[in-house]
C-alpha cells in the first residue's frame, strides 16, 4: 500500500519546487516600473520640448540653471491662444485679467471636458443588466462619491449628488492634466486650475448654483429670511437687533464663499506646478517623481474640498431657520428619552 503511494505520489522538479514571487514582490515591481517610467517620461520630455529663454523661441539656447527654471514658471496670467479683440494683451504678472481671447487654459478644459463627456458617454451608451467593465467602473465611481457625498451633507444632499460629482472629475482632471506633459511645456496648454480666472468662473457658478437653489426651495421671503429675520423683533427689541446683526454677518460670509474656493484651488496648483517645476529643472527627472506622486494625492484633495464644499453650501442654501428649530427639539426629546434608562443604569 505504501510503496503504490509511493510510486503514484508526483515528484516535483526543480521549476515547480521554486516559490512563486510573494504579492509584496510583485507590488515593489510595479512601483519601480512606474517610477522608471515617469523618469522616462521626463527626460522624453525634455528631450521633445526643450527650455528656451522666456519670450524667446524654440531651440534657442538655454543656460543651466537660471534659463531652465524661468523657462519652466507660468506666470499667473494664461497666453491667449485666440484673441478676439485688437487691444494688446495684458502683462504676464497681472493676477486677474479681463481680456477677450481664448486662453491655453480655457483650451485645456475644454480638452478636459470633452474627454470626461466622451469616457461617460462610452462607458455608458449600451446600458445591461449585467454590466460590462466599463458601466461596472461608471457605476462604482458614481455610487462611491455619491455615498461619501450623501455621507457627510446630509440626506438632504442626495438630489445634488450629480451636481457634486460632476464638480469633483471636472476639477480633478483640470488639477491631473498639468502634470502630463507636453501641458505646461507648449504655450498652447497649460494646466485651468493654476489659472485663477478658471478658479474664479468656477467658484462663481457654484455661488450662483447654491443662492438659485436656496431662491427656489424657500422662496425670495423665506431665503431673504434668513439674512434679514426681521420676525425677530417680535421676541424683542434686543433679540431682533441681535437676529439682524447675525443675518449680516452670514450675507458677508456668503461672498467670501467664493473667493475662498477660487483662491484655495489656485493658489494650491499653481504653487505645486512651480515647485514642480523648478525642482524638474534643477535635477531633470530623478527627484520629481516623489513631488509628481505628492501632487497628485494633493490635487485630487483640493478637488475633493472644491465639491464637498459646494455640496455642503447648496444643503446650508436649501435650509431655513425652521428646520434648525426642528431639530432642536428632536435632539431634546431625545435626550430625553434616554435619561430614564441612564437613571435606571444608575
Not at 517620461?41 to 539656447?61: E, H, K, N, T, W
Amino acid at each position: 500500500m505504501s510503496s503504490e503511494r509511493i510510486a503514484t505520489e508526483p515528484v516535483a522538479s526543480g521549476d515547480e519546487a521554486a516559490p512563486e514571487p510573494t504579492r509584496g514582490r510583485r507590488l515593489s515591481g510595479r512601483w519601480v516600473a512606474l517610477i522608471a517610467g515617469v523618469i522616462a517620461l521626463d527626460i522624453f520630455a525634455l528631450v521633445l520640448f526643450p527650455p528656451f529663454p522666456r519670450g524667446g523661441q524654440p531651440g534657442d539656447p538655454c543656460a543651466f540653471p537660471a534659463c531652465f527654471i524661468e523657462s519652466s514658471l507660468e506666470f499667473p496670467a494664461p497666453h491667449p491662444v485666440i484673441t478676439l479683440t485688437d487691444a494688446p494683451a495684458p502683462g504676464k504678472d497681472q493676477l486677474v485679467t479681463f481680456y477677450p481671447a481664448i486662453s491655453n487654459t480655457i483650451l485645456t478644459m475644454w480638452i478636459v471636458m470633452a474627454l470626461l463627456l466622451g469616457g461617460a458617454f462610452l462607458m455608458t451608451r449600451a446600458m445591461k443588466l449585467v454590466p460590462g467593465r466599463g458601466q461596472n467602473l461608471f457605476e462604482f465611481v458614481y455610487e462611491a462619491l455619491g455615498d461619501f457625498g450623501v455621507g457627510i451633507a446630509g440626506p438632504k444632499a442626495r438630489p445634488y449628488v450629480p451636481v457634486f460629482i460632476a464638480f469633483f472629475l471636472l476639477v480633478l482632471f483640470d488639477n491631473w492634466i498639468g502634470l502630463v506633459p507636453p501641458v505646461g511645456r507648449v504655450p498652447q496648454l497649460r494646466a485651468p486650475s493654476s489659472d485663477v480666472n478658471i478658479t474664479i468662473g468656477m467658484a462663481l457658478i457654484s455661488f450662483t448654483f447654491f443662492h438659485v437653489e436656496g431662491f427656489r426651495r424657500l422662496g425670495v421671503r423665506g431665503y431673504l429670511g434668513k439674512f434679514f429675520p426681521f420676525g425677530e423683533f417680535r421676541k424683542g427689541i434686543g433679540a431682533g437687533i441681535i437676529g439682524l446683526f447675525v443675518g449680516l454677518i452670514e450675507l458677508m460670509l456668503e461672498f467670501v464663499k467664493p473667493v475662498t474656493l477660487s483662491m484655495r484651488l489656485f493658489g494650491n496648483i499653481y504653487g505645486g506646478e512651480v515647485a514642480l517645476g523648478v525642482m524638474t529643472s534643477l535635477t531633470i527627472a530623478f527627484i520629481p517623481v516623489a513631488l509628481i506622486g505628492l501632487e497628485v494625492m494633493l490635487n485630487a484633495i483640493q478637488a475633493l474640498i472644491f465639491s464637498v464644499l459646494t455640496l455642503i453650501f447648496i444643503t446650508l442654501a436649501i435650509e431655513g431657520h425652521h428646520d434648525e428649530e426642528e431639530h432642536a427639539p428632536a435632539e431634546a426629546a431625545g435626550h430625553a428619552e434616554h435619561a430614564p434608562a441612564a437613571a435606571v443604569a444608575a
